[in-house]
């Protein structure tokens, strides 16, 4: 067996392989198990690597690894990328998830982790106890990325969706056909919740419906240290609430 000397080449290599115990996976002689395994695939690897039981236990389990398939995703002696992965991470996951490599080439915004390929910034690749194998709840899971956004939350008045880690309910995950990862249009987002044929909301925003505006151009979408959630700069003539010095009062009905 020749093969040892170059896999210890390799960027990444089983420790078993750099210690030279190839007996610590393999029976020397002979065994009822293929390449001389001393047990089943998975049921040997969870020898030592008992940490992906933990963190796996009272939740889901990745498919490959609940089929006792490490080797879909793993190589057993070394390899180029880290973890033992059989490829880069990105192409690993897209070899099944294949949807979301296509889908990314379509969209207008796409998340840093996707377009980086970092799929374990979010999830578990083994098995996890929350929804999607994620590493944490998404309340918590996406303001360890965006903690500017976290500490503004905190001091200023927060939206309300903000304020109670919903950022799913107007944010996609992974891409989006719209720009900072939206679920929809801006203004068919807001209306969802805002009413924007009323008379108090028209009055307030030169008697146009919410169908016609960008909220996004007055109001921040997190939070703001001003009323009405103000973005935090503003034009003079706005912050004194004087539209009419620009703008010509709407036409009476």
């Not at 799929?119 to 098995?127: I, L, M, S, Y």
């Amino acid at each position: 067996h020749d093969e040892p000397q170059s896999w210890l080449t390799h960027k990444s290599v089983h420790v078993p392989i750099k210690i030279g115990q190839c007996n610590s996976c393999h029976a020397p002689h002979a065994s009822e198990t293929p390449s001389l395994l001393l047990d089943d695939r998975n049921a040997l690897c969870t020898r030592c690597h008992q940490r992906t039981v933990v963190d796996s236990v009272g939740g889901g389990l990745h498919a490959p690894y609940e089929e006792g398939a490490c080797d879909d995703c793993h190589q057993p002696h070394s390899s180029d990328y880290e973890y033992l992965l059989i490829d880069k991470q990105s192409n690993v996951c897209a070899g099944c998830h294949d949807d979301y490599a296509t889908e990314s080439t379509k969209m207008v915004s796409a998340h840093e982790p996707v377009i980086k390929g970092q799929c374990t910034a979010c999830h578990q690749p083994h098995g996890s106890g929350i929804k999607a194998f994620l590493l944490d709840r998404p309340e918590r899971l996406c303001l360890t990325c965006h903690d500017k956004l976290a500490e503004r939350i905190k001091t200023e008045t927060a939206h309300p969706p903000a304020a109670e880690g919903d950022c799913l309910g107007c944010h996609q995950p992974h891409n989006s056909p719209q720009k900072d990862l939206l679920l929809e249009p801006v203004a068919d987002l807001c209306l969802a919740c805002h009413d924007g044929e009323s008379s108090d909301f028209t009055s307030k925003h030169l008697g146009l419906p919410g169908d016609k505006l960008d909220c996004r151009m007055c109001h921040d979408a997190h939070s703001s240290p001003n009323k009405g959630m103000m973005q935090k700069n503003s034009h003079s003539p706005f912050a004194e609430r004087d539209c009419t010095v620009c703008h010509e009062a709407p036409s009476p009905k």
